[in-house]
């Protein structure tokens, strides 16, 4: 069965940096591209980066380009995303998923970026 488990969110100031974590558990990690998505008060699913089964291909949305990184470590079932310049936008609950459109996704990490 499918398990993804975020971790790394909290509170953080304006141009601040957070990590977070995605352990997944019950599919072969490294035959999937990964997802994280993000979801903002009141707004729906938002496909924030992605990368592919070999780490080679990643994309960003517009929003995030320049400041957030995905990688992925196959040995230990884990996908990463580094925020660096976070802004008050950026506040959402942020989950790993293993599809573009997050309906196979985890429990979520809240990231809150305000002073």
């Known amino acids: 069965q499918v398990h993804l488990v975020e971790s790394g969110g909290g509170l953080v100031q304006p141009g601040g940096s957070l990590r977070l974590s995605c352990a997944a558990y019950?599919?072969?990690?490294?035959?999937?591209?990964m997802y994280w998505v993000r979801q903002a008060p009141g707004k729906g699913l938002e496909e924030v980066s992605a990368i592919s089964m070999n780490g080679y291909s990643i994309r960003y949305s517009d929003s995030v380009l320049g400041r957030f990184t995905i990688s992925r470590d196959n040995m230990k079932n884990i996908v990463y995303l580094q925020l660096n310049d976070l802004k008050p936008e950026d506040t959402a609950v942020y989950y790993c998923?293993?599809?573009?459109?997050?309906?196979?996704r985890g429990q979520g990490t809240q990231v809150t970026v305000s002073s």
């Open positions: 998923a293993r599809d573009s459109s997050g309906s196979i």
């Open positions: 019950g599919f072969t990690f490294s035959h999937y591209w």
